[in-house]
């Protein structure tokens, strides 16, 4: 097969010397030497706008990302074409440590403890179990459900909140606008793992945040456009709200003149919850493209009418 290697951001020598490697009868391209007609499957990470529409003999567009919005965001992107998500281990295992770091930061103060010590003031806090808190998840995909039982294991209640519905042993369900309203009234602290769409859009906002019980946490590792910014910080002022745990932003690199690099009460991390990584992601890549090649299915399809 022809593959195209299609990105603004990841370089292509990190990537086309191991998808040589485990795809040898293949023969990969990159934008400055490809024949539009000729390519099979391309793989994209951030392309320029409009390219992959100029792919008249495209058989699989497959991200190395697990996000797919801005390719849907593209009005030329093939809707005919299957679009497939990079689901592989070594992104779950990173986003479930990065979730897990946070929540534990958050359950053990240390977000407390760090403005003590600036302000060189000794203050210790109550204790608390893990089975005194009840962590509630937006999603309950891949990357949800593995930070679920994740949570279960070091013995936190935890609830999930996902658009259809979903059970998941020892995790609480709750689905569609009532459930959600539900979830949120019994949760602690909130992790956002959602796919970004119209309906998910500003989830994270003054009416969700108001529902949740006071002193907690969220942490947002899905999309920027989840957190309504000023309503955040409004919670966080009010102290109904104890600390945000903030990974993507709507502008990214995270502007200068943001009031989040200032608040006491947020920490930033610069979109890095789960960095693709080639030497895991690629075994998948290569099982996709092989899969694709003997007409089997190939998994994480996105319904284009979904949204992800």
């Not at 979730?99 to 003031?121: N, P, V």
């Not at 994480?300 to 979904?306: C, E, K, P, R």
Request: net charge neutral; proline share 7%; glycine share 8%.
């Amino acid at each position: 097969m022809n593959i195209l290697f299609l990105s603004q951001i990841e370089p292509a020598e990190r990537w086309i010397p191991g998808l040589q490697q485990a795809l040898p009868a293949d023969r990969f391209h990159t934008i400055e030497n490809y024949d539009p007609a000729a390519i099979d499957v391309a793989l994209v990470a951030r392309p320029k706008a409009g390219i992959v529409g100029t792919l008249s003999g495209l058989k699989l567009v497959q991200s190395m990302f697990m996000g797919v919005d801005p390719l849907l965001a593209d009005p030329t992107f093939p809707r005919q074409v299957p679009l497939a998500r990079l689901i592989d281990t070594g992104m779950v295992n990173a986003m479930g440590e990065t979730a897990i770091a946070h929540i534990l930061d958050w359950h053990r103060h240390h977000y407390a403890y760090r403005r003590d010590k600036l302000a060189r003031r000794w203050n210790r806090l109550g204790q608390h179990l893990p089975s005194d808190r009840n962590i509630g998840i937006l999603g309950l995909g891949e990357l949800g459900t593995s930070v679920a039982q994740r949570l279960l294991a070091l013995g936190f209640r935890v609830s999930g909140w996902s658009r259809r519905p979903r059970e998941l042993p020892g995790v609480q369900g709750f689905h569609g606008e009532d459930g959600l309203d539900a979830m949120l009234a019994q949760s602690d602290a909130l992790i956002c793992l959602l796919p970004l769409t119209a309906q998910t859009r500003g989830i994270l906002n003054a009416r969700s945040l108001a529902r949740m019980k006071p002193g907690g946490c969220i942490v947002n590792l899905a999309r920027g456009a989840h957190a309504v910014v000023p309503d955040v910080l409004a919670a966080l002022d009010s102290g109904q709200l104890a600390h945000a745990y903030l990974d993507v932003f709507e502008v990214e690199p995270l502007p200068q003149d943001s009031p989040l690099w200032a608040h006491p009460g947020v920490t930033i991390t610069p979109h890095a919850a789960a960095i693709t990584e080639p030497r895991t992601a690629i075994r998948r890549i290569a099982a996709n493209i092989e899969l694709l090649r003997a007409g089997r299915p190939v998994p994480n399809l996105v319904d284009f009418g979904a949204g992800y």
